[in-house]
């Protein structure tokens, strides 16, 4: 049986229909209440498929600039062992400029520089002074001149 349509009386002729008010918006309420629960599940996934999204572009954004620190990270250390290398053929050539034999082949060869011997070598005294400096008295004086000179133009 149908509890929705129940029919009084003779089923031949056409009886009136008289729902069951209760029942019926029973019925409307528990559909209604399944519609907004249905919503509400849709909602709650659309709203965790939002937070996972921005979680995710949170999650790229952080390794992406991880990933740029680390690069710059590897340039860096990089340079920094080119720079330790040149600084070591640095210290490899003042190693061979620093050799007095070098520097004496050098003197010889390329600047046409002579042994000196004891009959050729001047010593001297660096102890005493031996120019006296001298005061410009001229010098002092035309500056005064030129300087009055001046003052005399500027004042009149």
């Known amino acids: 049986m149908n509890e929705e349509n129940i029919i009084n009386g003779n089923a031949a002729l056409q009886p009136e229909y008289k729902p069951y008010r209760k029942h019926s918006n029973k019925i409307h309420k528990k559909k209604d209440v399944n519609r907004q629960a249905k919503v509400k599940k849709k909602l709650k996934v659309i709203l965790n498929i939002c937070v996972f999204f921005v979680v995710g572009l949170t999650l790229i954004y952080r390794y992406s600039i991880i990933y740029n620190m680390q690069t710059e990270l590897n340039s860096v250390e990089s340079n920094i062992s080119d720079i330790n290398r040149q600084n070591e053929n640095l210290t490899v050539e003042l190693v061979k400029y620093n050799n007095l034999k070098y520097i004496e082949e050098n003197a010889m060869n390329k600047l046409k520089m002579v042994v000196p011997n004891k009959q050729n070598a001047v010593y ?33």
Do not use: H, S, Y
């Open 124 to 156: 001297i005294n660096l102890d005493k002074p031996i120019i006296k400096a001298q005061k410009d008295v001229n010098g002092i004086e035309t500056q005064k001149g030129m300087l009055n000179k001046l003052k005399q133009l500027i004042w009149r």
